[in-house]
């Protein structure tokens, strides 16, 4: 069996991976890749196959599979290319979002139309569900199993069921203590594509009044290399860190009086492979420092899998603490770990410090199977690389209040606004999913609300000079912004109020009753018309 993920965020690998795990545990001889990184016409010759996909931006299928569905939109591939393949799909996504899971539709239908066989149906996960995306995941995996009874699976499935309260562990990789090598620094991992640049911080200026509820920062950067390239609509990537307030309470339960074996900031630490199709991230194949782990490794500001539970419930001795992780990790406690972990956003961090007897039995080995890495974040280019000699980011800085007395902030946001003058920082700079006219004559409709506007500046500023230098008549600009108050958010004001921008403005807090940019649209037929 063939296990394939679409992931742009590490979503959809963590849940392939916990479908390789099961597979481990139940005896099936699985193997596990991004789609990219696979030989798609071998598919040919598979028997099961199972994709994991999920949907990114205006419906557009993750960095790590574009090759591959390409060639699976082949006109001249055999309307029964795929006959002997069965295939199980499983789509991550948000329904609040117009193009819910299309990827994994769309990829259904492909495999469907090359003659291959459903051997269940789609999966469609929901992040806005109560339950997160285990009200399908859990449901939709056990499906899976049972499906797989036929081809001879009985025995293990019944162990599969008889582990679900009390799962066996699958260590992806041995880590092992050896103070006498040499550490490495960390590299960092943008994911699939993006050309990388070295950059330096030059200013990151608060944009909002101080009295405002949200801090927005315009974060500069100035390029340390020759031919910084980037168009109008492409995003920049960021690999965030921990906070050090966070990194300090963390290594302080590693080092703890309590702890048989202490570990240190300083502790180096040295990963090997244990299983073939589950290699050590390349950013770890190198030894480093515990502290440099955790510092740009390890996630600790994001809210557990439920597979930590697991995990922890594993290796703890003490009764009270097992019996509670047990029932946040099982279906039945689904809604109990939904009341203490996602609705309040309690962190790794913080669920660690809840549990300490845990703390004091962990070992290195577990802690890489319970803690998630790092995700890059993607930021639409607020600059225009013709009338700006830097990079601009425009960037809302998340911090929030739930039933937990310290604020919930977000970690990449809250990392980019304490950043100081002179830092520097490797970013990579990737084509977004906003796709500009290239002709200098028809006219453009932009709808930009809020930080939203920065790939719109982007493309305002270059398209006004570019014109300018051909000196060519300006074409038709048409811009609806909102946002709540006209002197408190009102990004790039000067720029978007120019003659040459036709701009319909939104403030919701600025009257008594909310305006927002969908009711300047609908109101304007008569001026599309005559634009058209």
């Known amino acids: 069996m063939i296990i394939l993920y679409g992931s742009e965020t590490g979503t959809a690998q963590d849940v392939a991976e916990r479908i390789w795990r099961e597979s481990k545990l139940l005896g099936i001889d699985a193997s596990i890749k991004a789609m990219d990184d696979y ?4 598919l040919i010759y598979e028997k099961i196959a ?28 055999p309307s029964n290319s795929l006959l002997n393949l069965r295939f199980g799909v499983l789509g991550l996504g948000d329904s609040s979002f117009v193009y819910f899971n299309v990827v994994a539709k769309r990829l259904a239908k492909r495999l469907k139309g ?49 582990l679900s309260s009390s799962p066996d562990l699958i260590l992806r990789w041995n880590a092992e203590i050896c103070q006498e090598m040499e550490s490495n620094p960390i590299k960092i991992n943008f994911g699939s594509g993006g050309k990388k640049y070295q950059v330096q911080l030059i200013s990151n200026e608060r944009t909002t009044p101080k009295e405002h509820f949200q801090d927005v920062r315009l974060i500069k ?17 960021v690999m965030p860190e921990n906070s050090v ?67 922890m419930a594993q290796v703890t001795d003490n009764e009270l603490e097992r019996d509670k992780l047990l029932e946040l990790s099982s279906t039945e406690g689904q809604e109990e770990l939904f009341n203490y972990c996602y609705r309040p956003r309690r962190t790794v961090l913080e669920v660690l410090r809840d549990f300490p007897h845990v703390m004091k039995d962990i070992s290195l ?33 998340v911090r929030y209040k739930t ?19 002179g830092y520097q920082m490797e970013i990579a700079i990737r084509k977004g999913s906003l796709a500009f006219p290239v002709d200098s004559d028809t006219p453009v409709v932009m709808v930009g609300p809020g930080t939203g506007i920065a790939p719109f500046r982007s493309f305002i500023l270059t398209d006004l000079a570019l014109l300018k230098n051909l000196q060519k008549n300006q074409r038709e600009l048409i811009l609806f912004f909102g946002c709540r108050n006209m002197k408190a958010d009102f990004h790039f004001e000067n720029d978007l109020s120019r003659p040459e921008i036709t ?29 058209s």
Request: contains cysteine; charged residues 20%.
């Open 503 to 531: 701009l319909f403005t939104a403030f919701s807090r600025d009257q008594p009753h909310k305006m927002k940019c969908q009711q300047h649209a609908s109101s304007c037929a008569s001026f599309f018309n005559k634009v």
């Open 245 to 311: 307030e966070n990194v300090e309470k963390f290594l302080s339960l590693l080092s703890s009086p309590n702890r048989e074996e202490k570990l240190f900031g300083d502790t180096v630490i040295k990963l090997e492979n244990v299983y073939s199709e589950m290699p050590v991230p390349e950013a770890l194949q190198h030894p480093f420092t515990l502290y440099e782990c955790t510092k740009k490794f390890w996630d600790l500001n994001c809210s557990p899998r439920r597979y930590m539970f697991q995990v």
């Open 50 to 77: 199972i994709f994991v996909v999920s949907t990114t931006g205006q419906g557009d299928t993750p960095f790590n599979m574009k090759k591959s569905w390409r060639f699976l939109l082949r006109k001249n591939l």
């Open 365 to 397: 080995k577990h802690l890489f199977e319970m803690l998630q890495p790092i995700r890059p974040r993607h930021f639409s280019i607020a600059s225009s690389p013709i009338a700006d000699n830097d990079l601009q980011l425009l960037v809302a800085v």
């Open 221 to 237: 950067f100035k390029s340390l290399e020759p031919n910084l390239e980037y168009y109008p609509g492409d995003v920049a990537i």
């Open 39 to 42: 030989t798609i016409s071998n």
């Open 114 to 162: 090359l003659s291959a066989k459903p051997l269940c149906p789609i999966g469609l996960a929901d992040d806005q569900h109560d339950l997160g995306q285990d009200a399908v995941l859990v449901p939709w995996i056990n499906n899976l199993w049972e499906v797989l009874t036929s081809d001879g699976y009985q025995n293990n499935i019944s162990r599969m069921t008889r």
């Open 403 to 421: 039933k937990l007395v310290a604020p919930r902030v977000g970690l990449c946001s809250t990392w980019l606004s304490s950043l100081y003058k």
